[in-house]
C-alpha cells in the first residue's frame, strides 16, 4: 500500500460519526496484537492548554534523556504530525505499513457496522508506532472529555485535567461539574495523583470522581507565577513545590501558559528523576505552533488558535501585556460553525478592522455571517474575505509598521495563514523521464499518473504544497499554457494541504503568475510566493535563489552572497578530532595553520573547540571557551571571516566577544539560548539539521525521503531563529549525521533543492566517511572531498566546510570557471 492510499484510507474514516466509548480502539489494537503494551503513558485532558501542556512534558522528558512519544490533534498541514517520536513525525513508510495491516479489521467491522471512527484509528496508529519505536514514555493529549475517550484505551502512569469550560454539551454534560467529572475519569489508578488545574466547582468535581489530586497555579499545590513577556516570543514563569523551584523562559506567550508549565512540571516529577536545570532548558525548547506564535515584527503578526470564548477571553489578556506596544489592532477571524462566536467576539478586543474568512473546511462558518457578528459589537471597518491567506494578506497590507495582526478563531485559519511563512518551493534538476518520475513520486502522485506525466516534467519541475481547491486551478491554469500540474494521489482529504508539482518552462511559469494575481482562495499570495522562488519579475538571478550581490550593486556584506561558493576552512582546537585531532591544539600551531587558509583563499575559518565525532566526550563550557577564544582573538584580524563551531549558547557569546562573525551550531538550536546570542550580536547563524550531535554511529533514522525530510525539519529551525531576530540564517543539511551512506550521497545530488528554504546552503562533506563508498576513506589525499566539493558547488551550494582549503578553492574555481564560459557562450 503507498503512502496515499494509506492517508485516504484513514481520512475515509471521518464519514463515520464519533462516539463514545473505547471498545472500537480496543478491538483495533487486539486485532494488530496489542502493539501499544511497552510503553509508560501520559493522557492529558482538559477544554484549553492540553496541547501545549503535552508538548512542555514531551519537551521536559526528551531533555531528561527518554524516548518519548507525542499524540496531538487536530493536525495543520498532514496528518502524519498528529504521531511523533523524538520530535519526529511519523513516517509515511510507517503509515502505509499500520494501513496495510488495520485494514482487513476495519474492513470487517464496518461490514458489522462497528468501524472504528477516523479518532480512533488515528490512536491506534499512535499507539502502534510508540510500541514499535519501543519509546520510554508516550503522552497522549485526549480528544473528547476522559471518560470515554479513545486515548482512555491505555492505563496511564500520570495523568491531568488543564482547565474546564462548557465545550461538547451533547457528550459530556450541560454543566462544568459533568463535564469536569467526565475529565477526571483519566486518574491514574496507582499512587501517583491527578495533576490539575481546574479551580472552583470543577475543582470540586474532579476530586469527587479521582479522589487524591495536585493542584496547579498561582495558590496551588504546585505555585506557577507568570513575569509577563520579556520580548514578543518568550515570557518569563516560575514553577515551584516543596523542595523544587525553577524560573525559566517560555516560548509561549500568556499567563495560562504558565499554568500549563506547572502541569508539565508535576507529571515529568512523577514520572522521571528530572532536576531544575533539566526542566527549565525542556520548557525554554517547547515550541508549539499556533499558540501566541509571533511571525513577523513589522508590522507585530500574532497567530493564535483560540476557538472558544474562554481561550478568546485567556489571548485577550495576553494581547493587553503587548498594551502600547502597538498602534492599531487588525483581527483576521476564521472559525467553525459549531462555536459561540459571539461569546468569542465579546472576548477579544474591538479591532480598528476585521477581515472574515473561511479556512477550507466544510466545518467553517460562513464570511459574512461572522462578519454580521462582530459587526454588531461596534466593528466599523469589516471585510469579509473568501480565504484566509487572502485575508492575511489584505490585513498585513493594511496595517502600518507599528500595528498588530492577530489570526485567530481556530487552528484551521492559524494552519492555512501560517503557510505564508512556512511554504516552500523546491525546484530540481530534471534531465530525462528518471528524473521527472522521481519527482513526481516524491509528490505522491499515483502510478497512472507518473507514467502520463513524466513527460511533461522534463524541463523546470517545483513541487510544493496548496489547498486542495488551489491545486484544481493551478492543474486548468497550467494546462491551459501547455504546462502540467501533477496533485498527490491524497485527493480524498477535505482539511489541510496537497503535495503538486509544477511543471513548465519559466515563460509559462511567469503567465500563471500573471493569471492567478487576483484569483480568489489565496492564489494571489500564492503567485507572488512563487514569483519569489523563481525569480520571476523580481530582479534575482532568475534560479530561484535570489540572486547575487547586493542592492544597487553594492558589495555584498557575506562572501557567499557573491556569485559562487564561499569555502569555509575547518580548525579544530581538539584533540580528538576524527581528522586532524591534536594537530592545532596548541594556539600558535591553530593561528599557523589559519594563516596557511586564508592565503590558501578560505573566505571563512570555522574555529572548533569540542569534537562531534563518534564517540566523543563532551566538554565543558569553561574548558570550550579555552580553547577557542584566544585563537579567534589572534585570527579575528586576518582578511577573512570567523565563524565557532558550538552548540553552547555560552560559548557563542564570548567567542562573539572575541571577534567572531559567525555561529555555527551543528545541533540546529538545541541549546534554547543559541538564537538569542546570534540575534543580539546581529550574527549569522548556521543551523544544521541534526538529531545528535556527538553523532551515535548505531542510530538508524527512517526517511521516507532524505531531502524532503530534512527541508521539512529544517524549515522549523529556521523559523524559530528568524523569530528570535536572527537576520541571516544558514543551513547545513547535516552530511554524516544520523544519515546512512546513500542518504549522504542523496543530499550532495540534489543540493539545489535545499534552497527551498530561501537561505543559503552549507555543505560539510570533509573527509566524511562516506567516501568509502568511493575507496577513498579515509581520505587522505582529501581527493574525494575535492571531487564533492566540486559537485556541490555545481549544485548550487553557497559554502563548502572543508579542511584542505588550496584543493577545494581550486575545485571551486573551476566550477565556476565551467560556468561562466557557459553563460559567454549563451549570450
Not at 532548558?281 to 474562554?310: C, I, K, Q, S, Y
Not at 504546462?483 to 519559466?506: F, K, P, R
Request: proline letters at 4%.
Amino acid at each position: 500500500m503507498r503512502y496515499d492510499e494509506a492517508a485516504n484510507f484513514l481520512l475515509d474514516l471521518q464519514r463515520y460519526r464519533p462516539r463514545a466509548g473505547t471498545d472500537a480502539t480496543a478491538a483495533l489494537l487486539d486485532a494488530l496484537g496489542d502493539p501499544h503494551e511497552g510503553p509508560r503513558y501520559v493522557q492529558v485532558a482538559g477544554s484549553n492548554g492540553k496541547g501545549s501542556t503535552a508538548r512542555l512534558l514531551e519537551r521536559v522528558l526528551r531533555e531528561a534523556g527518554l524516548d518519548v512519544g507525542l499524540y496531538t490533534s487536530p493536525h495543520f498541514d498532514d496528518l502524519r504530525e498528529r504521531v511523533r517520536v523524538n520530535g519526529r513525525v511519523v513516517p509515511k513508510s510507517a503509515v502505509a505499513a499500520f494501513a496495510r495491516a488495520a485494514k482487513p479489521h476495519v474492513v470487517d467491522a464496518a461490514a458489522a457496522g462497528r468501524a472504528p471512527t477516523f479518532f480512533e484509528t488515528m490512536t491506534g496508529l499512535a499507539l502502534w508506532h510508540f510500541g514499535r519505536e519501543d519509546v520510554d514514555v508516550a503522552v497522549l493529549e485526549v480528544g473528547i472529555g476522559g471518560k470515554f475517550d479513545a486515548t482512555s484505551v491505555v492505563d496511564p502512569e500520570a495523568a491531568a485535567v488543564t482547565s474546564v469550560t462548557l465545550e461538547h454539551t451533547g457528550v459530556l454534560g450541560d454543566t462544568v461539574e459533568e463535564i469536569a467529572t467526565d475529565k477526571a475519569h483519566v486518574a491514574p489508578e496507582n499512587e501517583n495523583a491527578l495533576v490539575t488545574a481546574t479551580t472552583g466547582d470543577a475543582l470540586d468535581a474532579v476530586r469527587a470522581q479521582a479522589g487524591d489530586v495536585l493542584t496547579v497555579g498561582p495558590g496551588g499545590d504546585v505555585r506557577t507565577s507568570y513575569g509577563g513577556a520579556v520580548s514578543p516570543v518568550e515570557s518569563l514563569v516560575t514553577v515551584e513545590t516543596e523542595g523544587f523551584a525553577v524560573e525559566t523562559r517560555l516560548p509561549l506567550l500568556g499567563a495560562y501558559q504558565a499554568t500549563n508549565a506547572g502541569v508539565a512540571v508535576a507529571l515529568a516529577r512523577q514520572l522521571a528523576d528530572v532536576d531544575e536545570a533539566t526542566v527549565a532548558r525542556g520548557l525554554r525548547n517547547a515550541t508549539w505552533p499556533g499558540r501566541f506564535e509571533v511571525m513577523g515584527r513589522e508590522p507585530l503578526v500574532v497567530l493564535d488558535g483560540a476557538h472558544n470564548p474562554g481561550a478568546c477571553e485567556a489571548l485577550a489578556d495576553t494581547l493587553a501585556e503587548f498594551d502600547g506596544e502597538y498602534d492599531d489592532l487588525h483581527l483576521v477571524f476564521g472559525a467553525m460553525n459549531d462555536k459561540d462566536h459571539a461569546g468569542m467576539a465579546d472576548a477579544l478586543p474591538t479591532p480598528a478592522s476585521l477581515y472574515t474568512c473561511v479556512p477550507a473546511t466544510q466545518r467553517s462558518e460562513d464570511r459574512d455571517v461572522l462578519a454580521r457578528v462582530f459587526g454588531g459589537r461596534g466593528v466599523e471597518d469589516v471585510h469579509a474575505i473568501s480565504s484566509v491567506e487572502a485575508a492575511v494578506d489584505r490585513a498585513v497590507d493594511a496595517a502600518g509598521e507599528d500595528d498588530l495582526v492577530l489570526v485567530t478563531g481556530s487552528l484551521y485559519a492559524v494552519a492555512e495563514a501560517r503557510a505564508r511563512w512556512t511554504r516552500t518551493f523546491t525546484e530540481t534538476d530534471v534531465d530525462g523521464l528518471d528524473d521527472a518520475r522521481a519527482a513526481l513520486e516524491r509528490t505522491d502522485v499515483t502510478p497512472p499518473g507518473v507514467w502520463r506525466m513524466r513527460g511533461k516534467g522534463v524541463h523546470r519541475v517545483v513541487r510544493t504544497r496548496v489547498q486542495k481547491r488551489q491545486a484544481s486551478y493551478l492543474k486548468e491554469e497550467l494546462l491551459s499554457l501547455g504546462g502540467e500540474c501533477a496533485i498527490s494521489g491524497l485527493n480524498d482529504q477535505v482539511e489541510g494541504n496537497l503535495d503538486v508539482a509544477l511543471m513548465g518552462t519559466l515563460a509559462q511559469f511567469k503567465r500563471l503568475c500573471g493569471k492567478l494575481d487576483g484569483q480568489p482562495y489565496g492564489l494571489s499570495v500564492l503567485a507572488d510566493d512563487l514569483r519569489d522562488s523563481l525569480g520571476i519579475e523580481t530582479g534575482a538571478g532568475g534560479d530561484g535563489t535570489g540572486g547575487a550581490g547586493g542592492a544597487d550593486g553594492e558589495k555584498p556584506a557575506y562572501p557567499w552572497e557573491d556569485e559562487g561558493t564561499a569555502v569555509m576552512g575547518i580548525l579544530n582546537c581538539t584533540p580528538d578530532s576524527f581528522h586532524d585531532g591534536g594537530e592545532y591544539a596548541a594556539v600558535e600551531d591553530a593561528v599557523e595553520r589559519a594563516e596557511e587558509m586564508v592565503e590558501a583563499g578560505a573566505d571563512v575559518v570555522d574555529v572548533g573547540g569540542e569534537s562531534t565525532r563518534p564517540g566523543a566526550e563532551p566538554v565543558a563550557a569553561e574548558e570550550e571557551i579555552s580553547r577557542v577564544v584566544p585563537v579567534i582573538e589572534r585570527i579575528s584580524d586576518f582578511d577573512c571571516l570567523v565563524s565557532v563551531d558550538t552548540m553552547k549558547a555560552e560559548v557563542a557569546r564570548a567567542a562573539l566577544e572575541a571577534g567572531a562573525d559567525i555561529l555555527n551550531d551543528v545541533t540546529g538550536l538545541e541549546d534554547p539560548a543559541m538564537r538569542f546570542v546570534a540575534a543580539e550580536y546581529d550574527a549569522p547563524l548556521v543551523v544544521m539539521h541534526s538529531l545528535n550531535a556527538p553523532v551515535d554511529p548505531d542510530e538508524s533514522v527512517d526517511y521516507d525521503d532524505v531531502v524532503d525530510d530534512v527541508v521539512a525539519e529544517l524549515r522549523e529551525r529556521v523559523l524559530l531563529a528568524e523569530k528570535a531576530g536572527v537576520e541571516e540564517v544558514i543551513v547545513d543539511p547535516g552530511i554524516g549525521f544520523a544519515k546512512s551512506e546513500g542518504e549522504n550521497f542523496e543530499i550532495l545530488q540534489r543540493t539545489d533543492e535545499l534552497h527551498a528554504l530561501g537561505c543559503p546552503v552549507l555543505v560539510g562533506h570533509s573527509h566524511k566517511s562516506m567516501w568509502a563508498a568511493a575507496d577513498a576513506y579515509p581520505d587522505d589525499g582529501g581527493y574525494a572531498t575535492v571531487a564533492g566539493t566540486a559537485l556541490a558547488a555545481d549544485r548550487g551550494a553557497d559554502i563548502v566546510r572543508v579542511h584542505d582549503v588550496a584543493e577545494n578553492v581550486a575545485a571551486v574555481n573551476a566550477v565556476e570557471a565551467t560556468k561562466r564560459g557557459a553563460d559567454a557562450d549563451d549570450t
